[in-house]
């Protein structure tokens, strides 16, 4: 069964960066779409960055577009968000959610399957 797990947020100061990974132990990534999604408290969820299978299309919010960058190295099995230019607005818990059944990515409004935990990204000073 797939289980996706992210990792690398934390705490950083407004200007810094973060990078995050989404890998899934045991079990390949390179045919999903995989998606970055995140939620403050008190807000609905947004979806950050998408990508689809085999990198052939991407999306970037327009909150992040320019600050933040979305990859895959299906090699290594991970999709990561290169995350730059912090602000502290950017504070939420970030998920990765993938799904076998999307195949171009244009935005990040599809119904995704599959859920990680989520991890925290604290931006202050």
């Known amino acids: 069964q797939l289980q996706l797990v992210e990792s690398g947020g934390g705490l950083v100061q407004p200007g810094g960066s973060l990078r995050l990974s989404c890998t899934a132990p045991?079990?390949?990534?390179?045919?999903?779409?995989i998606g970055w999604f995140r939620q403050a408290p008190g807000a609905e969820r947004e979806g950050v960055s998408c990508?689809?299978?085999?990198?052939?299309?991407?999306y970037y919010a327009d909150s992040v577009k320019g600050r933040f960058t979305i990859s895959r190295d299906d090699a290594n099995n991970t999709v990561y968000l290169h995350m730059n230019s912090l602000k502290p607005e950017d504070t939420a818990i970030y998920y990765c959610?993938?799904?076998?059944?999307?195949?171009?990515?244009?935005?990040?409004?599809?119904?995704?399957?599959?859920w990680g935990q989520g991890t925290q990204v604290t931006v202050s000073s």
């Open positions: 959610a993938a799904d076998p059944f999307i195949v171009l990515v244009t935005n990040c409004e599809a119904e995704y399957d599959v």
């Open positions: 990508i689809g299978p085999s990198d052939a299309s991407r």
């Open positions: 045991g079990f390949p990534l390179d045919h999903f779409a």
